[in-house]
Nanobody, 120 residues
Framework: QVQLAESGGGLVQPGGSLRLSCAASGSIFSIYDMGWYRQAPGEQRELVAVIPSGGSTNYGVSVKGRFNISRDNAKNTVYLQMNSLKPEDTAVYYC??????????????WGQGAQVTVSS
């Protein structure tokens, strides 16, 4: 069992920055990937960024070059630094952690979501 606690959402003007944090607790040893997804009203949930335990990263096309994902394994925490924010970045941002269950299968846990609003 893994619990994910998100923080750092809020209201920011276009061009501004925010940093989201997600701290994992519980069966930490089973986590191998952590990442962020987002969902805007009326839209599908989309990948923002993912970072495996090995450190390589993948970004969604719409955020590449503006967002940066990082991971502190000692604190079991993943971060999302968001720069040059645009109104279209407005969404609920969900942290996720991929784990392996006792039978070896993969399972994703999800945070509760953090609202990010980019507006003048």
């Amino acid at each position: 069992q893994v619990q994910l606690a998100e923080s750092g959402g809020g209201l920011v003007q276009p061009g501004g920055s925010l940093r989201l944090s997600c701290a994992a607790s519980g069966s930490i040893f089973s986590i191998y990937d952590m990442g962020w997804y987002r969902q805007a009203p009326g839209e599908q949930r989309e990948l923002v960024a993912v970072i495996p335990s090995g450190g390589s990263t993948n970004y969604g096309v719409s955020v590449k070059g503006r967002f940066n994902i990082s991971r502190d394994n000692a604190k079991n925490t993943v971060y999302l630094q968001m720069n040059s924010l645009k109104p279209e970045d407005t969404a609920v941002y969900y942290c996720n952690a991929a784990t392996r269950l006792s039978d070896g299968t993969a399972y994703k846990y999800w945070g509760q979501g953090a609202q990010v609003t980019v507006s003048s």
